[in-house]
């Protein structure tokens, strides 16, 4: 018993039960830190260069005016998820809109009014819901490929800030996609992009105007995808009044050699604006071309235009066998009551070809090599006696596979021409503009496994980080060992 009084007192035995206190009292403390954060639900600090994991300042713009309560139910999502931390920052943000993960079993009822099955749980859904509106959207809608790079684009924030605004709007935009004239459709050549305008809260039709016998007034945008038949005397007197009031136009055209359309160019000499689609654009500058393949053009985009400024610094769109824009003199745009803006360009190297007989790389007689507009914005004015002026405006591109389903195949691999670069951005932000839908933004943020590639010097530096500096720990640990080794 003496023994063990003696060793009780000994200062090996306090020193170690002080060190037992210490390291208890340390874990006690990180417990309830910890615990402490949990209850009172602190955000997480976003370290991203890119911001990743924070709600953008363009979604707080673009929600901040919104007063309506708004229910977000996630199907199938645990507490840790990344989608759910940033429908929580919509919370956060915003009082009025309130988060719930939900399941089938636990909430039946929800699954039954939103018809939410066991499949849709597993493969997550998430239902955003307003004054009996709502909106639903699976995970596979939060993420999508680009394949010329081949890296992750996530898409979370846009969707979520776009069903928000979506499920508070009464009435969403009326798009027609003409047809009649042998029009690139919605069904055959524009399924995505449709499946994209109705995640962004448009309502798409398709008009023939033969059969309708007008432009319907709830008409925002008339889309005309590369007609190649001349429309109608009647036809074009109604596409005529729809201008005259007010109504606005994206106007798309490839390549057809069909030969003059006297009222399409009736149509588009309104806006002093003509499409040449007899020939295509052969590009020589290397930077403007994808692949050293020269019909497939990268314009220059205009960085002072709503529609492409957002991407116009670094982004890029492609362009396949693309015609030319002719625009007027600013003297008869005047007369005509019109201002244009060009929004792509090709560069000062690029030549137009009609004979695609000839398989030259350089311009031969008659190819002029020059810049050439490939997109334009129009914007006319109309005096109108019985009411104030009205504008109508016209997004006109001298392409039109750009925005379509079509497989476009390099180094033998195939995507659809509209998921290259910023093409889905740019039909989607023309669209939005046309339909004063400026509020529908484009908030793409790029996740890709990078490839750990560092200069010599960031190299040595990373090894000295990670092989140094425990080396020094130990060594300095050793010495201290030994000399109070020696002490006692």
């Not at 969403?172 to 995640?199: C, D, M, Q, V």
């Not at 692949?291 to 235009?305: A, G, R, Y």
Request: glycine fraction near 4%; hydrophobic fraction near 35%; include cysteine.
């Amino acid at each position: 018993m003496k023994r063990v009084i003696e060793i009780i007192k000994s200062r090996v035995f306090k020193k170690t039960s002080f060190t037992i206190l210490l390291i208890a009292v340390v874990i006690a403390t990180y417990l309830a830190i910890n615990l402490g954060i949990q209850a009172i639900d602190i955000s997480d600090i976003d370290f991203t260069k890119e911001k990743f994991f924070s709600l953008s300042e363009e979604s707080k713009n673009t929600l901040k005016d919104i007063n309506q309560e708004i229910k977000i139910y996630m199907f199938g999502y645990e507490e840790d998820s990344s989608v759910v931390d940033l429908a929580k920052q919509y919370s956060k943000y915003k009082d009025n809109i309130k988060v719930e993960i939900v399941s089938t079993t636990e909430r039946p009822d929800l699954a039954k009014q939103y018809d939410i099955t066991s499949s849709d749980e597993e493969y997550k859904t998430v239902v955003f819901e307003c004054e009996g509106r709502n909106i639903k959207a699976n995970s596979y809608d939060f993420f999508t490929m680009d394949y010329t790079t081949y890296e992750e684009i996530d898409l979370t924030e846009q969707k979520m800030t776009n069903s928000i605004l979506g499920v508070t709007l009464e009435n969403a935009p009326k798009i027609y996609f003409l047809t009649g004239h042998g029009e690139y459709g919605e069904s055959n050549y524009f399924r995505i992009l449709t499946e994209a305008l109705k995640s962004e809260i448009n309502e798409i039709e398709t008009l023939d105007i033969l059969v309708k016998n007008e432009i319907p007034q709830d008409c925002k945008t008339l889309i005309i995808a590369s007609p190649q038949t001349d429309f109608t005397d009647y036809e074009t007197e109604l596409i005529i009044k729809y201008i005259n009031n007010g109504g606005n136009i994206l106007w798309l055209s490839d390549y057809t050699n069909s030969g003059t359309l006297s009222n399409t160019a009736k149509i588009l000499d309104l806006y002093g604006i003509n499409v040449s689609n007899d020939g295509i654009i052969i590009e020589q500058d290397p930077s403007s071309m994808l692949m050293q393949t020269q019909d497939l053009i990268l314009p220059s985009l205009n960085k002072e235009s709503e529609i492409t400024n957002a991407f116009a610094s670094s982004g890029k769109v492609l362009f396949i066998d693309s015609g030319k824009l002719q625009i007027n003199e600013e003297e008869k745009l005047q007369e005509l009551g019109v201002s244009v803006t060009e929004l792509l360009t090709t560069s000062e190297k690029a030549f137009y070809r009609t004979d695609l007989k000839n398989t030259s790389s350089k311009p031969t007689e008659g190819e002029e090599v020059k810049s050439y507009v490939v997109g334009a914005l129009a914007t006319k004015t109309i005096e109108n006696s019985e009411q104030n002026n009205v504008t109508s405006q016209l997004v006109i591109y001298a392409n039109n596979t750009f925005a379509t389903d079509s497989p476009i195949t390099i180094n033998q691999q195939a995507a659809n021409a509209i998921y290259f670069y910023n093409n889905q951005d740019l039909i989607l932000n023309s669209i939005s503009y046309l339909t004063e839908r400026t509020d529908s933004i484009a908030i793409r943020k790029t996740h890709s496994t990078v490839t750990y590639a560092p200069t010599e010097s960031e190299d040595l530096m990373v090894k000295l980080v990670i092989f140094t500096f425990p080396l020094i720990i130990i060594v300095v640990g050793i010495i201290i060992w030994i000399k109070r080794k020696h002490r006692k």
